[in-house]
């Protein structure tokens, strides 16, 4: 379980392809102070570390997340957002994010609003009713409040902090990013069968 609090960007160094899996080797600052088989937020998408060693760790990611995530776009040098799972007797900074991405979105605009950046994203309509106005998303694993909800897009803002520590500086218009919907809203949806 994680926050949604950016710990640390990585660096894709080394993909590789076996079979219907992607093996991904990430350099970040925090690579070593991790530990094998421990789960770790990539983008939002909760992985298990296989290995670490010379600054960098593995994950793989299997044929059913890189239909529903980014990460079967992913290439050498790309940013990925990182997040260490959560420590249970801390603050809860952002909301409870699992690390299982439940669709994709596209960033349909960014603006510049001098000083701060808005993103407009479409996602797929099937999940409308769990995206609500000031409710929270997280997005490639950054947890974000929805504004401007319609019924297939929404809007978010970045702070100068969020924008210079994740990897939201390399999204612009078109853009396919990872999206995890509020825990509380779909167990809700589920319970009362809406």
Partial sequence: MFTGIIE????VVRVVTAGTNKTFWIKSAISD??????SLSHNGVCLTVEAIEDGMHRVTAIEETLEKTNLGKWEQG???NLERCMIMNGRLDGH???GHVDATAICEERNDMNGS????FRFPEQFNKLVIEKGSIAINGISL???NAGVDTFSVAIIPYTFTHTNMQQVFA??????EF????KYIQRMTGL
Avoid: H
């Avoid at 640390?8 to 660096?11: D, E, I, L």
């Avoid at 950046?117 to 407009?120: F, G």
């Fill in 174 to 179: 078109g853009t396919t990013v990872n999206i």
């Fill in 96 to 98: 409870i994010v699992q």
């Fill in 78 to 80: 790309d940013t990925v």
């Fill in 117 to 120: 950046w808005e993103y407009r």
């Fill in 8 to 11: 640390n960007t990585g660096v």
């Fill in 145 to 147: 409040t929805v504004f």
């Fill in 33 to 38: 102070e991790l530990k094998v088989d421990q």
């Fill in 182 to 185: 509020d825990i509380i809203g």
